[in-house]
């Protein structure tokens, strides 16, 4: 079993096609294509790419455990749960502030 992946162009947030076509962040909406469907995946996949707003497009083999959607890679595992360092407000440095190389 297979699901597209890719990033959006101007956010750059992972993203998922979903079961109606449209690019979702939530990994549990993504359409799952099932072996006999190569043909469905590879044409979305073909017309992702020419509307160019998702950008690095993967196919990712999944797997589905109790209804639940289970990337078999651990990178897209990672990329589901979001991110793994805390996200800090950014430092805004005053006139007279420096930042030491």
């Known amino acids: 079993m297979d ?6 162009l101007v956010s ?5 096609l979903s079961r109606s076509g449209l690019w979702v962040e939530d990994l549990q909406q993504a359409r799952v294509f ?3 469907e190569a043909e469905a995946r590879d044409a979305a996949l073909d017309a992702s790419r020419n509307t160019m707003r998702i950008n690095s497009l993967e196919i990712e083999t999944v797997q589905l455990r109790d209804g639940t959607i289970y990337p078999d890679r651990i990178r897209e595992r990672i990329r589901a749960a979001g991110p793994t360092a805390p996200r800090f407000d950014r ?3 005053g006139q007279d502030d420096h930042v030491s190389i």
């Open 3 to 8: 699901i597209l992946t890719g990033n959006e």
């Open 91 to 93: 430092q805004h440095l």
């Open 34 to 36: 099932l072996k006999e």
């Open 12 to 16: 750059g947030a992972t993203v998922y």
